[in-house]
């Protein structure tokens, strides 16, 4: 069983960059497909990245893409999101998840979830 925990949040302003991280616990991790999703006040959480076990492939919400990227290393069982030209609709509490499988962009097929960290992104 996975336990993570994200951190790396905060107040940025639009144009910025921050760089989220997701620590996981367990021996497993390099087994995981490890995704990113995000729930903005009164919406639904939505699908932001994935990347597969090996880190050899990943994939992107249309919002994101060209400005998110998502990493991960194996032998710090930590999974990645560095994010720049950050806008003020990117402001959301971002969640990392863990899923055994091949990667998935459905909230549903994820195992695991983390506590959430705040984004915030002023104009």
């Known amino acids: 069983q996975a336990q993570l925990v994200e951190s790396g949040g905060g107040l940025v302003q639009a144009g910025g960059s921050l760089r989220l991280s997701c620590a996981a616990s367990?021996?497993?991790?390099?087994?995981?497909?490890m995704g990113w999703f995000r729930q903005a006040p009164g919406k639904e959480r939505n699908f932001v990245a994935c990347?597969?076990?090996?880190?050899?492939?990943?994939y992107y919400a249309d919002s994101v893409k060209g400005r998110f990227t998502i990493s991960r290393d194996n032998a710090k069982n930590t999974v990645y999101l560095q994010m720049n030209s950050l806008k003020p609709e990117d402001t959301a509490v971002y969640y990392c998840?863990?899923?055994?499988?091949?990667?998935?962009?459905?909230?549903?097929?994820?195992?695991?979830w983390g506590q959430g960290t705040q984004v915030t992104v002023s104009s």
């Open positions: 367990g021996r497993t991790f390099s087994s995981y497909t």
């Open positions: 990347i597969a076990s090996s880190g050899g492939y990943t």
């Open positions: 998840a863990a899923r055994r499988g091949y990667m998935n962009t459905a909230l549903a097929e994820y195992d695991y």
